[in-house]
């Protein structure tokens, strides 16, 4: 079996923003990215923005999707680009304001329909929300399968105002660059201020950051430390440039020049790289974050300098308190500039302790570097992807299926997109029709079954079933060959057949959809045209020598019988048919091969369910006892030693003493199986058949060896296979 990779994923994106998009999230999301890629190579991570313009931004390759910030239409294509292109994982940077609707509510239309686990990291968490942003992040926290907060009051808000259960949520830092501890004077004459004192402060500007506190604390600190400069790094917010223009940088500028320090504060207007913001940030003696709001829950600015070993001051919003606790910074009430400039001189007059502080933040700062929380991210999905899986484990669907015994849940969605005006098509392409295949009569029949036994479900389903048995049952009258008394199989899409005569396996199959319309069926029009076609081509299978072709068109007779018991020539193929199946038996049966043959290969149950509908019906124990014994040993050996159901794979199959198969794994077994052993357990009242047909439908729904659902609950279709390594993403008509 090929080896998997070590992390189990294969593709992961990540929703946010990107650069060159100029916001934190952005900066946020780029850095993450970049930073899974480079410790998780083997993993393909991409990127969907959200866009705030109509033009978009000319992204790097990592983007492989962009979202339309106010479009719904387009959150709703983002789903359905996740869904089809095989991601194992989303990751989401959540932000109210980087999303579209109210409170930032379109980004849950995107959420509601994706199949795969989400992890969210939340980079704002309100403590006294508003109805609107209450009800968007309840559904958040609900959707997302891990929820990734950066400071512990934020872990604690989710718990106590969003009841949010703590095992859920995953505490990992705010990511940094890994840089060297240096001492400031390095770079400083790159940037022309050599032999001066730097303060920084950078950021997209906004009114609430505060700076106005520190420029009007300067000439307090001149006084004391002439050589000070104020470097104010960083653009005007976009959004804010939009609304605004550059009013605030404007204001600030008028009040350096009011104030009388204008030479000693810097404005750099620009939007800077990583690289460059690693050089400003070394060049700062003391960081200063003034902000106004309390209610910051993460600052990207402040993990930045203090993983780089920075002075700070700060005032006390809700990261800054939890960041540079234990010394590691200084705390000053908001909006008072007087104690900026107290605490400034006091850490320029005190350098040892301004080193120490430094020491303290840079030591601190180890473990939030991006290879480090890059790791932790990786162990945050793979939580997410095994919790996931553990919900369609055998406890939760096992109990499931124990209390609802026959109540499972419908929808025809993908039938009706595989099937047109002709039939329904053999092939797809993921969950794309393939044209190129044509049609086949065995789909059509098992179509057909398919869409009489949701007839008898009630009248909910009963319309729509018939509408689609119409399409299914003119295909095999127009299948059917007069002049031979044969089934042809293939059917090109131009409705060209491609075989004057199909198999004895397709004829079958054609015996027993028409049975089933004959015996279940409401529709008189339906049942008038399949009893006449059934007995067009039902002498044909006397001539048959496929075990399966007997073993289709017997358990199609069984089903004809069910209305039209006292019909002779039925009675009469049926006990021919059954006579040769169990001949087969004990030609080719031992202790330790009893089967009808000497290799197993596919739709293996339908063996034991035709002879043992057959041998009940005729009274035949003989035919009974062999159909159990062959059907219990068939379930032994497709049980895994974990205990799920593991059928004969197709690329081999399984000749008697020889190697058996295990891929691929094909759907039309494990149904196989479901069937014949709820038929052994009508027969028998023993519960034992009961688990095992339960053993073999579970495989659908992910309790197998890669533990992958088959169905898709979303299509409403089924994939193709299960191969050693991952499903068969296609999903086709069989």
């Known amino acids: 079996m090929p080896r998997r990779k070590e992390s189990g994923l294969d593709r992961v994106a990540i929703i946010g923003g990107y650069l060159p998009r100029q916001c934190g999230i952005a900066t946020f999301t780029t850095d993450l990215c970049e930073s899974l890629a480079a410790k998780f190579p083997e993993v393909n991570f991409f990127a969907v923005p959200v866009n705030d313009r109509e033009s978009g931004y000319a992204y790097p390759a990592h983007v492989r999707f962009e979202i339309a910030q106010n479009d719904l239409s387009s959150y709703h294509r983002a789903a359905d680009f996740l ?50 942003y209450r009800r968007v ?14 400071s512990q009051r934020g872990a604690e ?21 890994d840089v060297p501890f240096i001492d400031p004077n390095f770079y400083k004459d790159q940037f022309g201020v050599e032999g001066k004192i730097v303060l920084l402060t950078f950021g997209l500007l906004s009114r609430n950051k505060g700076i106005e506190n520190v420029i009007k604390a300067l000439p307090q600190v001149l006084e004391r430390f002439p ?3 104020y470097i104010v790094l960083g653009a005007t917010h976009p959004h804010v440039k939009r609304a605004e223009g550059e009013s605030y940088r404007l204001s600030l500028e008028q009040l350096a020049q009011d104030l009388g ?71 000053v009430p908001f909006g008072d500039h007087q104690a900026i400039a107290e605490k400034i001189i006091e850490l320029l007059e005190n350098e040892a302790e301004r080193h120490a502080m430094r020491k303290r933040a840079y030591l601190y700062g180890r473990k939030m570097v991006w290879p480090h929380v890059a790791e932790m991210y990786m162990e945050s999905f793979l939580r997410a992807r095994e919790e ?37 098509l053999q092939h797809a392409i993921y969950t794309v029709p393939n044209y190129s295949h044509g049609y086949c009569t065995d789909d059509n029949a098992r179509a057909l079954i398919a869409a009489v036994l949701l007839e008898e479900i009630g009248p909910d389903t009963a319309q ?46 054609a015996i027993w959809g028409l049975g089933t319309v004959a015996g279940r069926s409401n529709q008189e029009g339906f049942r008038s045209l399949a009893c006449r076609l059934f007995d067009a081509a039902l002498p044909a299978t006397l001539e048959f020598t496929s075990p399966r072709g007997w073993a289709f068109t017997l358990i199609g007779i069984h089903e004809y019988l069910r209305r039209f018991a006292g019909d002779r020539n039925a009675h009469h193929v049926r006990e021919t048919l059954a006579e040769r199946l169990l001949q087969a038996y004990k030609e080719h049966s031992s202790e330790d091969w009893p089967w009808f043959e000497d290799k197993l290969t596919y ?15 005729m009274f035949r124990e003989e035919m009974v006892e062999a159909a159990l014994k062959s059907l219990q040993w068939l379930a032994s050996i497709q049980r895994s030693e974990e205990g799920f159901f593991m059928p004969i794979g197709s690329n081999g199959f399984y000749p008697k003493g020889g190697e058996r198969a295990y891929f691929d794994q094909q759907p039309i077994e494990a149904y196989a199986m479901v069937s014949a052993c709820l038929e052994a357990y009508y027969i028998t009242e023993d519960e034992t058949w009961y688990q095992e047909a339960r053993r073999a439908f579970e495989w659908f729904l992910g309790r197998n060896h890669l533990r992958i659902p088959l169905y898709d609950m979303t299509t409403g279709g089924c994939r193709d296979g299960l191969h050693p390594d991952r499903a068969n993403e296609n999903q086709g008509a069989e």
Not at 393 to 398: E, I, K, L, N
Not at 479 to 508: C, I, K, M, V
Not at 603 to 617: E, I, Q, T, Y
């Open 157 to 177: 808000f989710l718990q106590e105002i969003y009841d949010v259960p703590e095992e859920k949520i995953d505490l990992i830092p705010h990511g940094i660059p």
């Open 603 to 617: 739709c293996n149950a339908r063996l034991p369910h035709a002879l043992l509908l057959s041998g009940r019906w």
């Open 83 to 132: 869904n089809i292109s095989n991601v194992d994982l989303v990751c989401l940077q959540h932000e109210y304001g980087i999303f579209g609707g109210p409170a930032g509510s379109h980004i849950l239309a995107l959420l509601r329909e994706l199949r795969m686990p989400i992890v969210t990291t939340l980079h704002t968490i309100l403590r006294n929300p508003s109805r609107d």
């Open 137 to 150: 992040m309840e559904e958040l926290t609900r959707l997302s399968d891990r929820l990734v907060v950066m």
């Open 388 to 424: 996931r899986t553990r919900q369609i484990r055998p406890p939760f669907v096992a109990t499931t299926l124990a209390t609802r015994r026959g109540q499972l849940p419908l929808n025809l969605s993908y039938l009706h997109h595989l099937t047109d005006h002709t039939g329904i």
């Open 464 to 509: 729509e079933a018939n509408r689609l048995a119409s399409r299914y049952l003119a295909f095999l009258w127009y299948a059917f060959n007069p002049d031979t008394g044969r089934f042809r199989n293939f059917l090109s899409y131009d409705r060209r057949w491609l075989e004057e005569e199909g198999s004895e396996d397709s004829h079958g199959r």
């Open 261 to 331: 320090v204008e030479e000693n504060v810097i404005f750099h207007n620009r939007f800077v790289s990583l690289e460059e913001l690693v050089e400003f940030i070394g060049v700062a003696d003391i960081y200063i974050t003034p902000y106004h709001n309390p209610e910051q829950i993460v600052s990207g600015t402040l993990a930045y300098t203090v993983g780089a070993g920075k002075a700070v001051i700060s005032t006390p919003y809700w990261y800054a308190q939890e960041l540079l606790a234990d010394g590691r910074g200084i705390l």
């Open 227 to 229: 050589n000070v400069v």
